[in-house]
């Protein structure tokens, strides 16, 4: 164990010379000695004279260090002595540990050889340390230096201790110093996002990656997320106006993305689920048995547990005999009758039909790899989108997008979208697939695919491969994207005659 910094140790004292001269020359004097004075980042050269609050000191560069100048040229003196009484004086000043950047405190404290750690993940107020087991004898005062140089806008310093082994994928944390606080708020693309970073999963790094795909998205899309943590890609997507499934096997995460979903006003428009992502995907999808039992849709936010979730298919699978009453919420809010929500369903099923062929169709393009399109600066979601739409949707009859980010086991997944569309009731073209998945340097992009289409018993046509970013040396997170095969997703006992009925 290192032990704690003293501060004094970084002082370092300047003896240098000053201009005595009157306040109001100070900005001709500034102009005409440019280039010789102290030129220190967060140091002005220019400050108060001790004795009299009619003068002003002008620190003169460390190169000047004789009293008559004469390291000054001759034309500039002059054209000072024309105006003022030019008087010489000695200045000494102390930069001390609070004027020194964290890396250029690091690397004296540091051994000769190791690496100074020159960045962190930023959550919040909370800082991120990835400390590396040469590093740890020094953890301690590692993290005092980044917490002193970034209070206050950083109030908490965590380090990553062992792997991650439990079945949610959060790390296991030990804070090293400031707050003991691991709830924080984060801002993204007009988005506020609450967590407990010691209970659910977040990335700052993956905000562009958000915005990217989301972009991709249309208002009125209907989108499953099953892997959605606290909400990243469903509260932007809501935001955009597109009705979300999302669902989490973490309950701290489904908390969470129910609170983001109210705090940024679109609860209506985003149902949660907490269940395992198969039991997920094939729950939503499945057929209810009367058009009765498709008024839990309307249902926004919707904690649903495995238990509530075996529950509701009971209720989906019974028969519903006599008239429906307004039934409030457990927020107070109606949901309408089944002839209310008919009329709904009927309303939005032009905006269900319409989708395209192309993910990312713009100005009358059609070519499927405008997915790879650069990234745009100007964020393209619309916040206030959705705020008066209600969720009303028939996910057995269309969905747009489903999302999968998970990329440790993504593409294990594949295969719970197997079998899932019942062409009596689909309508219009089938999803797009965004499977996230991690590629090792002496892996390919037909490898990844290869093992894409042993998970879905199909081949796929047209994959998109995209970069999301390298997560180390060797290795790069992507997003693969693809519309979903009619060979993974209709019966076998269907003939090709049906399969064509529906669009690709």
Known sequence: MVEML??????????????????????LATRVLNGYLLDKPRVKPVTEDPTSDKNRYMILSEKIQNPDLSEIPISKVDELKELFEIQVVPYSFTLGYSYWSADHILKQILPTGIEVPSSFETIGHIAHLNINDELLPYKDVIAKVIYDKNYPRIKTIVNKVGAISNEFRVPKFEILAGDDNLVTEVKQYGAVFKLDYGLVYWNSRLEHEHIRLISKFQAGDIVCDMFAGIGPFAIPAAQKGCR?????????????????????????????????????????????????????SNIAISNTSDKGMQST????????????????DKNGARCESNEELKAKEDANSAAVKRRSENLSEESGSANCTDICMPERKKRVLNKHAGVSQPFVAKPWEHIDHVIMNLPASALEFLDALGGLIDKKHWKGSLPWIHCYCFMRSNETEDLIKAKAEAALGASIRDPVFYRVRDVAPNKAMYCLSFRLPKEACIAANDDDKDKNALGD
Do not use: W
């Open 6 to 27: 003293d501060e004094k140790q970084f002082d370092v004292e300047l003896n240098l010379l000053a201009l005595r001269i009157p306040r109001e020359h100070c900005k």
């Open 244 to 296: 979300v499934y999302a669902n989490d096997l973490n309950p701290d995460s489904i908390r969470y993305l129910e609170i983001n979903a109210k705090i940024n006003k679109v609860a209506n428009l985003v149902r949660a689920y907490n269940s395992d992502a198969r039991k997920f995907i094939s729950s939503v999808m499945e057929v209810p048995s009367s058009e009765e039992s498709s008024l839990e």
């Open 313 to 328: 298919s009971q209720k989906e699978s019974g028969s519903i005999e006599g008239s429906m009453e307004e039934i409030p």
